[in-house]
């Protein structure tokens, strides 16, 4: 080393060679050779540069400096390899020329110079089928990552190429068609998706679902779109479902968002938004910032919202026109199908389309997409089967010559494209299988294969998807050499094709022929293997594989190992706020644990996943939801006959939850004092505990109670939460603002509901200001500050909207209702009922009964506001949520005449003195001073009440 007062720099020495320097010298020797046509000393210096380059410079260093190098020795690596090749062509030796510009190409795959020289190279060999290749995988590569076509000089350079036949009797131009067949007789429908595709670019974004039987020629229709898109300057972004279901969920979204220009336009959003997308695709070497447990994605399921959002942003910020292209739809998941709503929901007038194809079968499709085309946005193209003369030239396209009877090609085959590419790359036609006989000439297809070809496709069949490369080595007892020629043959013979990322089988019905040929025991031993090459190749990252791990496990006889794996990717799911996905993983999961046999185990693993499957339920389907309570029924059972306490008091919490909630509240009672009663057993559910003994204590109309267990949450909760979503420190303050009111104390309850806002506020969590929100404007409404409970509802109202809130959502429409009173008033309050109906949230009707009755004894509809109070004095009774019945008495007795108005008064004034409620026992006194001054017995004016 050599230290100066500018730095510290490396010095050369005779002892030490280092590659870098080396690499440096050689390849300005051989540049400068290359000026002097120094042929010899170009090969010689060029070789021994390239010798030093094993790969990129400090790969892990991403600092400006390091790139920079990085980068110009890449470039001076790419030069080098054309100046080698093309000095080594001179000299005749064309095999070493084609080694060194096959490393031209892999080094810089996106550049077609390095392709063209290649197939040039191929050509001046013979090597014509090489060329073609080349160009192939040149093509598929830019379509892959850049969304566009080969450029002019490149397409120029294969009909160079095609000019003449190769050894087989046919030209590459007509193998190349046999494996791409000609798009025939699609030329009206290739017009509708190319309409679409120009109201798209207009700003018109939307969908075009691709329907009709297999093999009918969708995604050859959708794949013809899809290249002159390319060539029109647009970007392509595919991938397809597979009927195994073993995909993440949102991994069709996932891969879209790998492709360059989507991905440099993720890149480049603001952060709030780009680390949603890392929550997807999360970039190199870091964790996924979502990866949390199910409980927990329930409690921030506020961020669902949020998620979607950032996902959608990352497309309609591309800047080009974009075609997304979704094979398969039918077997989508349920969060994929969703998402393209938002997304097409959001996109304005963004240059945007998607394109789906979907077969006949049912599937997530058939719910979905008569809402989509309900909004406008959405249309259908339904494919039929091929005219005999279509049929026939599309035979004629394929084989190279028009068949001998027309007639006949279509009675076998139906007009179905595959068939008809099939069948006249068989045999014969006329002598071929009948329709729907499609299976023979896929077997027939097969059998043409080497043997070695034909057990790699029935392994890759057992794959059930797209696979690579890697995984087929790993899991093969073949060499790595004997598995790469066999892939080779399956691609050349149309079998299989390559993908974005990897390998797939050209259509469904050859998997499926493929898979057909192995027998049971060859299957699961396969299944084993490619669960051991999984884990193998993914040891560092099983998330992304946990799908597929769990159906190989599961069908190669490993059932706890499947069972771990479902519950690996139910987490990633949840993650992914894929409610949907993660309970259908679980119950997978739970259907493997009930074969178990019966004994402590196999209790203990049904009961992780209870509770595992308890979280995304209640996200799925409300907290009242039948199946949510008997699956924490179930774990409570469970929880209790195997000794788990902890489990059994967090079941026991969840299951206060649903039975609150759907107003069950005598049930809640006794769950709460049961929960209370367990707490000191386990710490850290204390303040969930005595949540659900304040709740349950506030609907019985005990306030004073409440107040003592909010106060023990307030000591106890800091950061918890529930797993409804809300922070109990929040949830837990605006609620005892109620507690307070009804004792009495109406300026402590305004400044504990403003307090609990401000604090929702600083900790920045959108649900908890929701739910401070709904209780402050409650509080308003007790005091009836009108102002400042609209203030507070415009706000709720905009939080839920914005983040799809359901519970709290429906509060506002009800006390905005009651605040501006009128019909519009009298509906708005209707239809907010009409939504906590609809999810089964029943505490609390009596209270929003009483506002709607208030409406209309307003607008002077006496009889209406009699019968409202009378259903909410019989609700409060029947359910126990009596917190509120005084002053639902009370109100009850204004429309009736002075002797019965007297005793129901009377009535709920003892009710309010036996619950404590301060504030309620007032209203009753002052309403019976009004009536008759003297109703007031001595006792009654004597009584102090509580608080």
């Known amino acids: 080393m050599r230290a100066d007062t500018a730095g510290l720099a490396w010095q050369d020495v005779a002892e030490v060679a280092v590659d870098l320097r080396v690499f440096d010298r050689e390849a300005g020797a051989a540049l400068d050779a290359a000026t002097r046509d120094d042929t010899a000393a170009v090969v010689r210096h060029a070789a021994a540069a390239l010798a030093q380059y094993r790969g990129a410079f400090l790969p892990g260093v991403d600092d400006e400096w390091a790139r920079e190098v990085r980068e110009d020795r890449e470039n001076r690596c790419a030069r080098l390899c054309g100046l080698l090749s093309d000095a080594l062509a001179s000299t005749g030796d064309l095999t070493a020329a084609v080694d060194v510009a096959r490393r031209r190409v892999r080094l810089r795959p996106l550049e077609e110079a390095g392709h063209r020289a290649l197939m040039e190279l191929q050509l001046a060999q013979g090597d014509r089928a090489g060329a073609v290749s080349t160009y192939e995988r040149c093509a598929s590569v830019l379509g892959r990552e850049l969304g566009v076509a080969p450029h002019a000089d490149t397409r120029r ?13 046919a030209t590459p131009v007509e193998a190349r068609a046999r494996g791409t067949p000609a798009l025939v007789g699609r030329e009206a429908e290739l017009a509708v998706l190319t309409r679409a595709w120009r109201r798209a670019v207009a700003g018109e974004p939307g969908l075009v679902l691709v329907r009709g039987e297999a093999g009918v ?17 647009g970007v392509v972004a595919e991938s397809g479902c597979y009927g195994t279901s073993d995909r993440l969920a949102l991994a069709p979204v996932a891969d879209w968002l790998r492709v360059p220009a989507v991905h440099a336009a993720a890149e480049a959003l603001d952060p709030v938004w780009r680390v949603e997308v890392e929550r997807l695709v999360p970039r190199a070497g870091r964790a996924e910032p979502g990866l949390v447990d199910g409980a927990r994605a329930m409690a921030d399921a506020w961020r669902r919202h949020r998620f979607s959002e950032g996902l959608a942003q990352a497309f309609l910020q591309v800047g080009r026109p974009l075609l997304l292209v979704l094979d398969n739809l039918q077997w989508g998941d349920q969060e994929t199908v969703a998402f393209l709503a938002h997304l097409l929901g959001r996109a304005g007038d963004s240059s945007l389309l998607v394109v789906g ?24 193209l339904t494919l039929d089967p091929l005219d005999a003369a279509a049929t026939a030239r599309l035979a004629t396209a394929v084989s190279g010559r028009p068949p001998d009877d027309p007639e006949a090609l279509h009675a076998v085959t139906g007009g179905l494209s595959l068939h008809v590419v099939e069948a006249v790359s068989g045999a014969g036609v006329t002598a071929g299988p009948a329709r729907g006989d499609l299976a023979a000439m896929l077997r027939a297809r097969l059998e043409e294969v080497s043997p070695t070809a034909r057990d790699v496709a029935v392994l890759a069949a057992a794959v059930g998807r797209e696979f690579t490369l890697a995984l087929l080595v790993e899991a093969s007892e073949l060499d790595a050499e004997a598995v790469v020629r066999a892939l080779d043959e399956l691609w050349r013979r149309r079998i299989v094709r390559e993908t974005a990322s990897g390998f797939d089988f050209s259509h469904d019905l050859l998997r499926e022929a493929a898979d057909a040929l192995a027998s049971p025991p060859t ?3 396969l299944h084993r293997r490619l669960a051991h090459a999984l884990e193998e190749l993914h040891a560092d990252d099983l998330d992304a594989v946990s799908v597929r791990l769990a159906r ?18 139910a987490h990633v799911a949840a993650s992914r706020f894929a409610h949907g996905e993660a309970i259908r993983l679980l119950r997978e999961a739970l259907l493997l644990v009930r074969a178990m046999p019966p004994g402590r185990h196999r209790d203990e693993e049904e009961l992780a996943l209870r509770d595992a499957l308890a979280a995304p339920l209640n996200a799925r389907h409300g907290y009242a939801s039948p199946v949510v309570r008997e699956t924490l029924e ?53 303040a969930h505990a005595h949540f659900a003994a304040a709740g349950s204590a506030f609907a019985l109309g005990r306030p004073r109670r409440a107040l003592h267990h909010f106060a023990v949450v307030a000591e106890t909760a800091d950061t918890v939460s529930l797993s409804v979503g809300t922070r109990l420190d929040v949830h837990g303050a605006g ?55 609209e203030a507070s509802v415009a706000e709720l109202t905009e939080l839920c909207e914005r983040y799809g809130f359901a519970y709290y959502r429906e509060w506002g429409p009800v006390l905005s209702g009651w605040a501006r009173g009128g019909a519009e008033g009298s509906e708005s309050a209707h239809r907010g009922i009409d939504g906590l109906r609809a999810t089964g949230a029943f505490f609390r009707m009596p209270y929003w009964l009483t506002l709607v009755a208030d409406i209309a004894l307003r607008r002077g509809r006496r009889d209406e506001a009699r019968a409202v109070l009378d259903a909410a004095i019989a609700d409060a009774r029947s359910r126990h949520d009596v917190w509120w019945l005084p002053e639902v008495l009370r109100r009850r007795a204004a429309l009736d005449d002075a002797p019965g108005a007297v005793e129901r008064l009377r009535a709920a004034a003892d009710l309010a003195r036996e619950h404590g409620s301060t504030a309620l026992l007032r209203r009753c006194h002052a309403d019976l001073r009004d009536i008759d001054p003297t109703a007031l017995t001595e006792r009654s004016r004597a009584s102090r009440p509580y608080g």
């Open 357 to 380: 194809t979907a077969h006949d079968d049912p599937g997530a499709v058939d719910g979905w997409f008569p809402r989509m085309r309900a909004t406008g946005v959405a249309s259908e």
């Open 735 to 789: 609620w005892a603002a109620h507690a307070h009111w009804l004792l009495g104390d109406d300026e402590r309850a305004r400044r504990t509901a403003t307090e609990t806002v401000a604090r929702a506020r600083r900790i920045e969590h959108p649900y908890s200001v929701a739910v401070a929100l709904a209780y402050d404007a409650v509080t308003h409404q007790f005091r009836d500050d009108r102002p400042a409970l």
């Open 157 to 169: 350079a294969l009909a160079a190429v095609t000019s003449s036949p190769d050894g087989d009797g």
């Open 552 to 569: 190989h496990h599961a069908r190669s006889g490993r059932p706890e190992q499947a069972v771990s794996a479902y519950r690996r990717a």
């Open 523 to 525: 299957r699961w031993l």
């Open 217 to 233: 020629g969708k995604t050859r229709l959708v794949a013809e779109l899809a290249t002159l898109v390319r060539e029109r300057d």
């Open 634 to 686: 179930a774990s409570v059972a469970l929880a209790h006959r195997i000794g788990h306490q902890d489990a059994e008091l967090s079941a026991l919490v969840g299951l206060w939850i649903t039975r609150f909630v759907a107003g069950a509240i005598g049930e809640s009672e006794a769950i709460a004092t049961r929960v209370v009663a367990m707490a000191d057993g386990a710490p850290a559910l204390v």
